[in-house]
């Protein structure tokens, strides 16, 4: 008997992976601990400031938020600066159940968020029958399907339930069994049953679908741990202003209830299915309290756009205050302005909440920014901008970045009355973090607040105070990490250092059913994708080629099958072709190397200067030193950049062993690899210039090699070589030990937009040209934007030698600290950058 589906994917909607850990690790949910132990194990992370709204979508397009252009419920129409609804039915791109319908897969989608039926879907789609999120109300494909579900197991009792005022665009849970603002104690206990029973009848539902058998892609989303976080956090956390521990002694842990019930729905999936199944485990964004300021956003907003017009409602003393402060740089008055908060405590420890003001369309169009809807964790703001809203106030470009930067130190300077701390943590402009349209919706600023307390109050020297409490019911809500588990045939188990994005989850399923999307943004992540020699020959036992759909099928009509084509399948083909390539390049990296260590090095030649940055670590860096003073080619500098803060002592006393008139170090105090490299190269005086890090190490042939490469190749600006990595799976995030791998890859540019293909200490280019500098707002991955940037109008010179022997077991290592971010940056940056793109 065949496995039902080929690949089971089971979702817990805004289920909080660190509480899920943990139930896990004190064995109250089993299944999710199994999974844990012999699976692939990647954190995810949503897309930065919009990812309440835009998470799911990205996910079943595999595009950014700015591409697919949903990230809200709603949104400030830009004409008429009325608030209106949005739906899914605005979304841009082609979902990925209905890419591989239309490649011949059979699809089961039940309860995906944001989602409406396909006419001409090959399998079934149940949309918002016990989903958190809700837009059109209960339907399905077949049409019939969903009341077939509801007569056969009972409608679900929280998803289905009426909404306010007849309107089927809502949160079920927020108006389920709540008559007043706050629900009573018999209320949450009302709703919490029902989430119980709506779990039991979800997994009674969602098994008599799997059942049907004959799957591609099964994929079904419990959306009762989305509505009990929402619901139930201030009754799960003792912590929070509002439990009440009679209420906690009625319900006891709602969210601990709910994820158990959620593990057994996953352990009764998971009995369904063999080892050639491949089985995806997601938990999406988490949960944690309801901490932020975005109910007061506009009001603050408000304020800010009066005091830049110089009519700031402030007293007299905020007013000195404000002269004071604003004096400071932008660091030291982030430090000095919480001293403050005791002083206004006191002031205004009986004052009433201020009164918001009038904000409407009228009160917007004649503003220079305001608040627009982006959910709650994160604020948005949006410019009155000339030429995209209809009376806009400022104009696009220069006086453009100077309200955004000035509205960024302003909300940076909010304090948060009642604790001391910064109110806000960031402020970042949605153009840095994702590829803007000409014309969109989305906000100018995402204000990032510190939700570490219930923000009500919070004052700045120039706004003064603005106090407006949260009266609000949902009392949990969302963070933007999750969990990804991946079990399967020739998937390796073990943590995956890098994080899985929102907009690589589409591709990644497409390609563990051996298909490819068009049109993404997002590339397959390969370490959860089965692997092809494992899969081809499951594949054959599940008819890959299976169904070809009739233009206009009638319900119930019989679909003849075609079976698959003898001999190997096109992925397993594909896949074989990829690998001889390889290995030809891995033999042309030995051979090259065989021939250098042969070939005369020259007498004289182009002088190298090779750039080490360093900071703390003295007990690696001799090893690196000696592999440079080890070059066969003598003509080189070694610039050594201490990024430290003592002084430089450490790292000459580690080099005080290894005199070498070619080693210059130069002291660089402030923290930084992407300055201390910028310091190097300044320093430098070599022809061409060569990298090295602390705990890697260059082959004696490299310098050889490259100045060679720059003789033979006089038009050639930008070179990279193969790296040798101690250990395959370790840099691979695999258990255990392995063998050295070598990393050759060729150059691809739309491949090198989505990742880096080598190493810092494999690149090497002509030096003073004026792309070569590092990005010093980046923290990770600066190596990948500079090669992008060098690689802009010209490919580079892929040169078969060896450049360095990296280490994957070094102390401290700056590729450990992954910053999802910054990758989602580097890669808007530069997509379609190069000369000749679109």
């Known amino acids: 008997m065949t496995a039902p589906a080929r690949l089971l994917h089971v979702a817990f909607d805004a289920c909080d992976a660190d509480i899920a850990r943990?139930?896990?690790?004190?064995?109250?949910?089993?299944?999710?601990?199994?999974?844990?132990?012999?699976?692939?194990?990647?954190?995810?992370?949503?897309?930065?400031?919009?990812?309440?709204?835009?998470?799911?979508?990205?996910?079943?397009?595999?595009?950014?938020?700015?591409?697919?252009?949903?990230?809200?419920?709603?949104k400030v129409d830009r004409h008429t600066y009325e608030w209106r609804d949005t739906t899914p039915r605005d979304t841009v791109g082609t979902r990925v159940w209905d890419a591989l319908s239309?490649?011949?897969?059979?699809?089961?989608?039940?309860d995906a968020p944001h989602i409406f039926p396909t006419p001409d879907l090959d399998g079934v789609l149940v949309a918002e029958w016990g989903c958190h999120d809700r837009h059109f109300?209960?339907?399905?494909?077949?049409?019939?399907?969903?009341?077939?579900?509801?007569e056969r197991f009972g409608p679900h009792p929280v998803g289905t339930s009426p909404g306010p005022g007849g309107t089927p665009a809502f949160a079920a849970c927020d108006y389920h069994h709540r008559a007043g603002l706050h629900r009573t104690p018999g209320e949450d206990l009302a709703l919490f049953e029902d989430l119980k029973e709506g779990i039991r009848r979800k997994t009674a539902a969602s098994l008599h679908l799997l059942d049907q058998g004959d799957w591609s892609w099964f994929l079904t989303v419990y959306g009762e741990s989305h509505c009990v976080g929402h619901q139930f956090w201030h009754v799960h956390d003792p912590g929070h202003p509002w439990h009440d521990p009679t209420r906690a002694e009625l319900l006891g842990d709602p969210l601990v209830a709910v994820y158990e019930l959620l593990d057994e729905g996953l352990g009764a999936h998971l009995e369904r299915v063999d080892d050639d199944t491949t089985v995806y485990v997601h938990?999406?964004?988490?949960?944690?309290?309801?901490?932020?300021?975005?109910?007061?956003?506009?009001?603050?907003?408000?304020?800010?756009?009066?005091?830049?017009?110089?009519?700031?409602?402030?007293?007299?003393?905020?007013?000195?205050?404000?002269?004071?402060?604003?004096?400071?740089?932008?660091?030291?008055e982030r430090r000095v302005t919480p001293h403050l908060a005791?002083?206004?405590?006191?002031?205004?420890?009986?004052?009433?909440?201020?009164?918001?003001?009038?904000?409407?369309?009228?009160?917007?169009?004649?503003?220079?920014?305001?608040?627009?809807?982006?959910n709650s964790p994160a604020g948005g703001v949006r410019v009155n901008l000339l030429g995209r809203e209809r009376h806009g106030r400022v104009a696009p470009g220069r006086e453009l970045d100077r309200v955004l930067e000035r509205l960024r130190a302003d909300l940076l300077e909010l304090v948060d009355v009642d604790t001391g701390e910064p109110a806000v943590l960031d402020v970042v402009r949605t153009d840095d973090v994702f590829p803007r349209q000409e014309v969109d919706d989305f906000p100018d600023l995402l204000v990032e607040w510190n939700r570490s307390s219930l923000l009500e109050r919070v004052w700045s020297p120039t706004i003064g105070t603005v106090v407006v409490p949260y009266e609000h019911w949902r009392t949990g809500d969302h963070h933007e990490r999750g969990l990804f588990l991946a079990t399967g045939p020739g998937i390796s188990p073990g943590h995956r250092d890098r994080p899985l994005l929102s907009h690589e989850v589409a591709p990644t399923v497409a390609a563990a059913l051996g298909h490819r999307l068009g049109d993404v943004d997002g590339s397959p992540r390969d370490d959860l994708v089965p692997s092809v020699a494992a899969r081809s020959g499951a594949l054959a036992s599940q008819r890959l080629a299976r169904r070809p759909r009739p233009a206009s099928p009638e319900p119930g009509a019989e679909v003849p099958e075609v079976e698959a084509a003898p001999g190997r399948s096109a992925i397993a083909v594909a896949g074989l072709d990829e690998r001889v390539a390889q290995l030809e390049r891995e033999s042309l990296v030995w051979r090259t190397m065989h021939w250098l260590a042969a070939e005369p090095v020259p007498a004289s030649g182009a002088l190298v200067s090779v750039i080490l940055a360093t900071r703390h670590r003295p007990e690696?860096?001799?090893r690196a030193v000696r592999s440079v003073c080890a070059q066969r080619y003598p003509h080189w500098e070694l610039v050594v950049v201490d990024n430290g803060d003592d002084g430089g002592g450490a790292t000459r006393a580690a080099l005080a062993e290894l005199p070498d008139h070619r080693i210059h170090v130069v002291h660089h105090p402030e923290p930084g690899l992407s300055g201390a490299r910028n310091v190097g190269l300044a320093a430098a005086t070599g022809e061409i210039v060569a990298y090295l890090d602390d705990d890697n190490e260059l082959d004696p042939e490299w310098l050889h090699a490259v100045v060679g490469a720059f003789e033979s190749h006089p038009d050639a600006q930008v070179l990279y070589g193969a790296r040798l990595i101690d250990d395959h799976d370790r840099v691979h995030g695999l258990p255990g030990r392995g063998w050295p791998w070598l990393q050759f890859a060729a150059y691809d540019r739309a491949t090198l937009e989505e990742g880096m293909?080598?190493?810092?200490?494999?690149?090497?280019?002509?030096?003073?040209?004026?792309?070569?500098?590092?990005?010093?707002?980046?923290?990770?991955?600066?190596?990948?934007?500079?090669?992008?940037?060098?690689?802009?109008?010209?490919?580079?010179?892929?040169?078969?030698?060896?450049?360095?022997?990296?280490?994957?077991?070094?102390?401290?290592?700056?590729?450990?600290?992954?910053?999802?971010?910054?990758?989602?940056?580097i890669r808007t940056r530069h997509r379609g950058t190069a000369s000749g793109d679109a």
Do not use: K
């Open 102 to 110: 239309g490649a011949g897969h059979r699809v089961a989608v039940i």
């Open 342 to 374: 005791p002083l206004v405590r006191r002031r205004i420890s009986s004052a009433p909440p201020a009164p918001n003001p009038d904000l409407d369309a009228v009160g917007r169009a004649g503003r220079t920014f305001y608040d627009v809807p982006n």
């Open 757 to 825: 293909i080598t190493d810092i200490g494999a690149i090497a280019h002509r030096a003073g040209l004026p792309e070569a500098r590092f990005d010093e707002t980046l923290t990770y991955a600066e190596d990948w934007d500079l090669l992008l940037r060098l690689t802009s109008d010209r490919p580079p010179l892929e040169l078969p030698a060896v450049a360095c022997r990296y280490r994957t077991d070094a102390p401290s290592r700056l590729s450990d600290e992954v910053v999802a971010e910054q990758l989602d940056r």
């Open 620 to 622: 690696v860096l001799p």
């Open 137 to 150: 109300a209960t339907q399905s494909h077949p049409p019939e399907l969903v009341g077939q579900l509801s």
């Open 283 to 332: 938990l999406t964004h988490g949960m944690g309290p309801h901490f932020d300021g975005t109910h007061m956003l506009d009001h603050i907003l408000w304020r800010l756009d009066l005091a830049h017009r110089g009519a700031a409602p402030v007293g007299r003393r905020t007013r000195l205050a404000g002269m004071t402060i604003g004096r400071l740089p932008l660091a030291l």
């Open 22 to 74: 943990r139930l896990a690790e004190e064995g109250r949910m089993p299944h999710l601990a199994s999974l844990l132990e012999r699976g692939a194990v990647v954190d995810t992370v949503g897309p930065r400031g919009v990812y309440v709204g835009a998470h799911w979508t990205s996910m079943f397009t595999g595009r950014l938020p700015t591409n697919h252009e949903y990230y809200c419920w709603a």
